[in-house]
Nanobody
Framework: QVHLVESGGGLVQPGGSLRLSCVAS????????MAWYRQAPGKQRELVAT???????SYEDSVKGRFTISRDNVKNTVYLQMNSLKLEDTAVYYC??????????WGQGTQVTVSS
């Protein structure tokens, strides 16, 4: 069984920054793609950013230039550096990882609130 645990969420003012982390634990061979999703109240969960095992990344248009996804394959951790945060970035942020021979697994989510 594998688990993903996010951390780093919190309350921040508009224009501020936060760094989310997601650590994988359990018995697995390799983590392929990793991603961050978010879900705002009353909205569907949306993809924010993805990163491959080799480090290639992609972003949802509204976060390009502000958010950076990265990973440490030794620590089995994915990060999301969020800068220039806006009110509309408020959401629960979820980590998602695709484990080789296991499949996709979700984290429990971490709340990010952008408010003045």
């Amino acid at each position: 069984q594998v688990h993903l645990v996010e951390s780093g969420g919190g309350l921040v003012q508009p224009g501020g920054s936060l760094r989310l982390s997601c650590v994988a634990s359990g018995n697995f061979f390799r983590i392929n793609d990793m991603a961050w999703y978010r879900q705002a109240p009353g909205k569907q969960r949306e993809l924010v950013a993805t990163i491959t095992f080799g480090g290639s990344s992609s972003y949802e248009d509204s976060v390009k230039g502000r958010f950076t996804i990265s990973r440490d394959n030794v620590k089995n951790t994915v990060y999301l550096q969020m800068n220039s945060l806006k009110l509309e970035d408020t959401a629960v942020y979820y980590c998602y990882a695709v484990f080789a021979m296991i499949g996709g697994v979700w984290g429990q989510g971490t709340q990010v609130t952008v408010s003045s």
